[in-house]
């Protein structure tokens, strides 16, 4: 950690981003530690190609971060964070090369340590986790309270996303510290919670309801659940808003493996791997070119639904055997 501090308050520009498709853990972390660099004084812009979901937005208000925009001059490290993977990075190319250094800061297992700064813990339930033990590490070498209700609110998104408000298994003891602390601090919790689980629009479940119409079992641990371009025209939903439709598959009694194939556009599907108690998804999902973590990982086929279905299935049915 040491290392990854020194460049933090040494360097003066920096330029942060994530993984595609967004979600609470990389929207989190990321408006969570540009806050903080900006109380330390350093110059940080937002580089993210892909939307933020429309239930994350309340994070991006008071972050009051700039998002970049045209090309940067003058020297800057590139901040990834929440990314196992250099090409998943969601920034332009030249976004990437151009930087004089790249801090990595991550929690996925398949991360393959592509910065000139590695901080990896695969063990954090949340990048957010990890970041926020950095800010606090940065507060007690500074002798200053970086960690304000803002950032706390952007890192405890983070925290719940990943770990499922807290029901996940990679929920440890750091996880519920970092809350105990955070809800110290004073954040509204509750408005949290709404905005990220209880805020669906009226379409978005009826997408669900056409997505549980596909769901299907084979044999009696692995379930399978789909979303077709055609569903997304028809409830004019964007297809980034899918976030969670997975567990309904897991959450079936038996079921070790859940996919979720999703149409993305004609032959580009995106899957999502999720499994209960045993089985390494992250293994099946590398086999096609894509990583994450053990209980939740994904990878992108380019085929139609059914055949990457079939070739899928074909994996997990070989990782249950083993
Ligand atoms: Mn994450």
Known sequence: MIKLIDKLLNG????????????????GSITGLCMALMKLKKKVFIAMDDAVPSNLEFLMKPSKVAALEGDMSGEYSLIALDCGDYKRLCCREDIKTGASSIINIDHHVSNDCFGDVNYVDKEASSTSEIVYYILKQISKEKKLDIIDADIASSLYTGLITDTGNFMYSNAGADSFNMACEIIKIGIDKDSIVKNLF???????????????????????NIATIELTQEMFRR????????????????????????????????????????????????????????????????????????????????????????
């Open 12 to 27: 003066e520009c920096f330029v942060v981003t994530s993984h595609c498709n967004p979600d609470g853990d990389s929207i």
């Open 198 to 220: 209880q805020n669906n629009s009226f379409s978005r479940m009826k997408l669900l309801g056409d997505a549980l119409n596909t769901l299907s079992l084979h044999g009696d």
């Open 235 to 322: 409830h004019n939903v964007e297809s980034n808003s899918t976030e969670g439709i997975i567990n309904y598959a897991r959450d079936i009694e038996n079921v070790e493996i859940a996919a979720l194939f999703k149409e993305k556009a004609e032959n580009d599907i995106r899957v999502s791997l999720r499994s209960k108690e045993y089985a390494d998804v992250n293994v099946i999902a590398q086999k096609f070119g894509g990583g994450g973590h053990v209980r939740a990982a994904g990878c992108t086929i380019a085929d139609t639904i059914e055949n990457a279905k079939h070739l899928v299935l074909s994996e997990i049915k070989k990782a249950l055997k083993r």
